[in-house]
């Protein structure tokens, strides 16, 4: 059973995608085996775990953990926990082809590696995001906004039949992480890290009216800028690659400008997009 010792240090908390932690595995020519074993045949390396977060669990749709070679689980445990406390015959496993010190070291370097790069990804986003369409060509992209996006009646806060109801505002502090100095002239708002980053600065932010994009299930991978995402739900029949040939600009800018502003007409002063970014308005 699980010993009620303090949960070490030094165990990985893996929230990389699992094609990503494979295909690190196989560039560095480590083992490892997918497989369906009983949870009472693994040591649990932590003995703490939260009801509250197993009770959330569905057994039904559980995830793979990681687990060592000699058995023991270095990630995963309030899976495990569910899957023990519902008497589950099987579980699905990861078991990474070493011993638990050296799982755990690769694993916890595979995170890390994960994470600079997500930190990178987001920099890129804001630096980008920062910029906004020349003064020759603003004129002619509000216009196209006020006339085509953001008075059209059929946008609706929609996704996966998930409805935004805008009851009370959402005032909220959080605290955010930005590299340069706050610019009061980007149309597009200032963007935040939400995550510390070294070499950026910490600002303490209230917010009157937060959008939290977790509200309607919104997930965000490195591959796109967060406000792509939310501009497909905003915006479902508009081709923002066609309106960037059109004014001759840059389709992220134009986008990052065109969510700051529908925002900013429904009352919101700022977006927050899962655990990657803030946009200030």
Known sequence: MVTLQ?????????????????????????????QDVNPK???????????????????????????????????GHHRHGKALSHEMPKVKII?????????????????????????????????????????????????????????????????????????KKNKKKVSAYRKNDLSEESEAGNFFAVKPIDGYMKYDIEFENLLDTNDFGLTFNNEEPPTKKLAAVWFPNMDFTALAQKLGGDETKIINRA?????????????????????GL
């Open 259 to 279: 969510v700051s502003e529908k925002a900013r007409k429904m009352g919101f002063d700022g977006i927050k997009y899962g655990d990657i970014i803030i946009q």
């Open 41 to 75: 045949s693994l040591k649990p390396s932590q003995g703490i775990v939260s009801l509250d977060k197993i009770s959330e669990i569905d057994e039904n749709n559980m995830k793979p953990y990681w687990v060592s070679d000699d058995n023991t689980v270095l990630d």
């Open 95 to 167: 078991k990474i082809k070493l011993p638990t010190k050296d799982a755990i070291r690769v694993l916890n370097k595979i995170q890390d590696i994960f994470e600079y790069n997500t930190s990178k990804e987001t920099l890129q986003t804001e630096v980008v995001a920062q910029d906004v369409l020349n003064s020759e060509k603003d004129s002619d992209f509000m216009g196209f906004l006020e006339s085509q996006l953001l008075d059209d009646p059929t946008q609706e806060i929609l996704h996966s039949g998930v409805e935004i109801v805008d009851t």
């Open 6 to 34: 303090m949960k070490p240090k030094y165990l990985p908390q893996v929230n990389a995608p699992y094609k990503h932690v494979l295909k690190a595995l196989e560039e560095d020519g480590i083992k490892y085996l997918i």
